[in-house]
């Protein structure tokens, strides 16, 4: 267990829908970053936080927003959603700013349909 | 931004086999990440290094700042190791990572 925290688990939704994905970091740990897995691409990098400001930017398309709160909390909002955004979403947690180590959380598959 | 390419990418051995999973990449880095994700989907974080060699158990990761490479090793390969097994360096901007596509491993007893 990573202490890292991830609801749902599981999230089916249809075409065009919106959906919110959480995330507890450890505790402790000031940064979140998020990440998608699909068979297509692979693991990406989509956008970090760190105390409650954003840091950076990796493949996140615009239909796709985050933010973290002041509890540290974060939540990833998936809009429009796409057939192709049917993937597992992790996200992951670190001390400082710049890791040094991710922690990953379990993960939300979401099912696009 | 950062290439990272693993090989191989399917590995089938027999249990007590020794085990050798390689990994490049084409900018200097900080830090390596090996990670282990099992059928079911969650991530676990095996080593972090960024000079030499760390050993866990019988697994051992190495790293070659020089050449930009590293290994992960298994000694002693169990069926309880099969699993995917992911390099990941920093790329993403900040630190967020840059994944290998991974390497499949079966280990069949």
């Known amino acids: 267990d990573s202490g890292v925290t991830q609801t749902p688990k599981h999230l089916i939704t249809a075409t065009g829908q919106r959906v919110t994905l959480r995330c507890s970091p450890r505790s402790g740990d000031l940064s979140v970053y998020w990440y998608q897995q699909s068979l297509d691409q692979g693991l990406q990098f989509l956008i970090q936080y760190y105390n409650g400001e954003e840091r950076a930017k990796g493949n996140i398309l615009e239909r796709f927003s985050a933010q973290q709160f002041p509890d540290l909390h974060s939540e990833l909002n998936l809009s429009s959603l796409e057939l192709g955004d049917s993937a597992l979403y992790f996200c992951?947690?670190?001390?400082?700013?710049?890791?040094?180590?991710?922690?990953f959380g379990p993960g939300t598959r979401l099912t696009v349909t | 931004k950062n290439e990272v390419e693993q090989s191989p990418q399917n590995l089938t051995a027999q249990e007590g086999e020794f085990i050798t999973i390689n990994c490049s990449y084409s900018v200097g880095i900080s830090a390596l990440h090996w990670l282990q994700q099992h059928p079911g989907g969650g991530i676990v974080s095996l080593f972090m290094?960024?000079?030499g060699k760390k050993k866990h158990g019988r697994l051992i990761a190495t790293i070659n700042i020089q050449e930009k490479h590293s290994s992960l090793h298994i000694t002693a390969s169990h069926p309880r190791d099969s699993a995917v097994y992911i390099c990941?360096?920093?790329?993403?901007?900040?630190?967020?990572?840059?994944f290998g596509k991974g390497t499949h491993l079966i280990i069949q007893p």
């Open positions: 290094l960024s000079s």
């Open positions: 990941a360096v920093p790329g993403g901007g900040a630190d967020g990572l840059t």
């Open positions: 992951a947690s670190s001390v400082g700013e710049r890791g040094p180590e991710q922690y």
